[in-house]
C-alpha cells in the first residue's frame, strides 16, 4: 500500500513535469500555447516566416529528439503502452529507469514541434518506468513488481486526464489483463494519490467543457448502434494505415536512424501546411468538432488528416501515444456522422455533439477492445452521465465488430509484427514451445453426469486431481466438476443442494492438443481444479489431461 501511494505521487508529479516539458516546448516552437487553437497563424518569434515556419519545427525537434532517443532509450520511440504490455507479460515487470527521463522529454519534443500523438502512451511508460524502478529498489517479487508497474499506469492516466477511475481500469484492462481484488486496491491508491496531486496543478475540471446531452426519442439508438460498427472499422483501419506508414517510412529510409525523425520532419511539415489543425494533441479542435463547428466535409478531411499525421509522426521515429488521436478521430467521425443523421432525420437524430462523445468512446475500443476503460475514461474526461446508455451500446458493438475483423488491438499489433505474441513464450523461454499432446497426461477416468455427489467426492479424493471430466448419458463431454465446487455442495443444505455432477458441471478453458504449451497455460491457471482436459480439435472430445506437473515435466524433456 505504501509503495503503491509512493509510485501514485511520483507518477502525479511526473505528469505535471510532462505537461509543463508540453507547454514549453510548443510555446518555443509555435509561439503559443497551442497552436491547434489558432491554425494558420505566424509564430512571433519568426514572424516573417507565416504559417510556413510548420516546415521546420518538426525538423528541428526531430533533430533534438531523434539522437536523444537513438542513444539513451530506443525503447522511448513510438506509443508507449505496447512496451509496458510486453514488459508485464514476458519480462517480470522491469523497465529501465532511464525510460521515463528520455520518454518525458522525447515526447514533449515531438508534440511541441508539431508531431501528431497523445501524451497518454508517454505517461503510461513514465509512470510504468518509475513503478518497476521503486519495486526493483525494494527488491520485491516479480508479481508484486508487475502490479507497481500497472500502479505507475494507472497514476500517470489519472494525473494526466484527470480521471482516476480511468487510471484503474487502463492498468487492469490493458496492462495486468486482469483484474483482482488485490489489483484494484493498489491501483486505485495509486490514481487517488496521483490524481490529488494533478488537481492540485491543473484543477478539478473536465476535460472537455460540454452542454448536457439527452436522448430523446427512442431510434436514437438504433443511429448510436450503427456508429459503433462504424467506428470500429475506423478503429481498426487506423491500425492498419498506422503500421502501413511505418513500414512504408522503414522501406524508404536507408540513413542512420537518430537523424530519421529529421528527415522524415519535412514531410509531416507539409501535412501541417496543409492542414494546421494537426499541430500537436489538437484538443481545441476536437472540443471544437464537438460543438458542431465544422462542416461535414471539413470533418472527414480532419478525420483523415490526423490519421495520416499520427501514422507519419509515428513512423518517423516520433514519441507519443495513440489514445489522444484515437479519440480526436473518433470526434471527427461521430460530429460528421451526426451532422448527416440530423440533416437525413431532424426529428429523429438529437444533439449532433452526443454522436461525436460516442464516436470517441467507440473508436478507443474499435482501436483497443478495452471497453470498459472506454466507457469510463469518456464519462471521467467529459463528466457526462447523460448518454452513459448508448454509449455502452456503441463501445460494445465497435469492440465486438473489431474483434471480428482483427485478431489484434493496435497496442498488439506493433508487438506481433516484432515476432513477439504476449499470449506465447518469450524468446528463448525454455517452456512454452512444445505442443500440448507432447506434455499431457492420460485422461482421468470421467464421471457421469448423473453420478451423486457423495461418491464423486469419495473419486475425487482418490483421483490426484482437483478436478475431473463429466459425461453425459451417451458418452459426450460437457464439463469438468472440481472438488471445491462438490465440498461446497456438500455444504449447502440438502433441499437445495445440487443432488448430481451433472448441475455442477462446467466447461473450462479450451486447451487443444496441437496448440502451443504456452498458449494453453492461460488456461491451465485460470481452471478451479489442478488441470484441464485436452481436447481434439475436430472431435472436440477430450483425449488427455493437462496438468501443472505435467506441464513442468516439459522442461526436462527439452534439456
Known sequence: MALAVAVGAGAGVGSIIFRWCIVTFTHLFSGHADYASSPGASNPHVPWLGPFFVLLTPVIGGLLYGPLVNRFAKEARGHGVPEVMLAVAQRGGRISPKVAVVKTLASALTIGSGGSVGREGPIVQIGSALGSTLGRM???????????????????????????????????????????????????????????????????????????????????????????????????????????????????????????????????????????????????????????????????????????????????????????????????????????????????????????????????????????????????????????????????????????????????????????????????????TQRVDTVMEPLPAPLPASTGLAEAADRLSLSGHGALPVIDAEGHYVGTVTARSVAEALAEEPDTAPAQVGQLAEAPATVLRDEPLAHALHGLLSAGGTGVPVLDAEQGAPVGWLSHQSALRAVHATT
Open 138 to 432: 525494494t527488491k520485491l517479487t516479480e508479481g508484486r513488481l508487475k502490479l507497481l508497474v500497472a500502479c505507475g499506469a494507472a497514476g500517470g492516466i489519472a494525473a494526466t486526464f484527470n480521471a482516476p477511475l480511468a487510471g484503474v481500469f487502463f492498468a487492469m484492462e490493458l496492462i495486468l489483463g486482469t483484474f483482482s481484488a488485490e489489483a484494484f486496491g493498489a491501483t486505485v491508491l495509486a490514481s487517488v494519490t496521483a490524481s490529488v496531486i494533478g488537481r492540485a496543478a491543473f484543477g478539478d475540471v473536465a476535460f472537455l467543457d460540454l452542454p448536457a446531452f439527452h436522448v430523446d426519442h427512442v431510434g436514437q439508438y438504433g443511429l448510436f448502434a450503427l456508429l459503433g460498427v462504424l467506428a470500429a472499422v475506423v478503429g481498426v483501419g487506423f491500425s492498419r494505415v498506422l503500421y502501413l506508414i511505418e513500414d512504408a517510412c522503414d522501406w524508404i529510409w536507408r540513413g542512420p536512424e537518430w537523424l530519421r525523425p529529421a528527415v522524415g520532419g519535412l514531410a509531416l511539415g507539409l501535412v501541417l501546411l496543409a492542414l494546421p489543425e494537426m499541430y500537436g494533441v489538437g484538443y481545441p479542435v476536437l472540443q471544437k468538432a464537438t460543438e458542431g463547428g465544422y462542416a461535414i466535409g471539413f470533418l472527414v478531411l480532419l478525420l483523415v488528416g490526423k490519421v495520416l499525421a499520427t501514422s507519419l509522426t509515428i513512423g518517423i521515429g516520433g514519441s507519443g501515444g495513440v489514445f489522444a488521436p484515437s479519440l480526436f478521430i473518433g470526434a471527427m467521425l461521430g460530429s460528421a456522422y451526426g451532422a448527416t443523421a440530423h440533416s437525413l432525420l431532424p426529428q429523429t437524430s438529437g444533439a449532433v455533439g452526443a454522436y461525436a462523445l460516442v464516436g470517441m468512446g467507440a473508436v478507443f475500443a474499435g482501436a483497443s477492445r478495452a471497453p470498459i476503460t472506454a466507457v469510463v475514461i469518456l464519462f471521467e474526461l467529459t463528466g457526462e452521465y447523460s448518454i452513459i446508455l448508448p454509449l455502452m451500446l456503441a463501445i460494445v458493438l465497435a469492440t465486438v465488430t473489431s474483434r471480428l475483423m482483427s485478431h489484434d488491438t493496435i497496442y498488439t499489433l506493433k508487438l506481433r509484427r516484432r515476432g513477439i505474441d504476449l499470449e506465447g513464450p518469450a524468446h528463448g523461454a525454455v517452456l512454452g
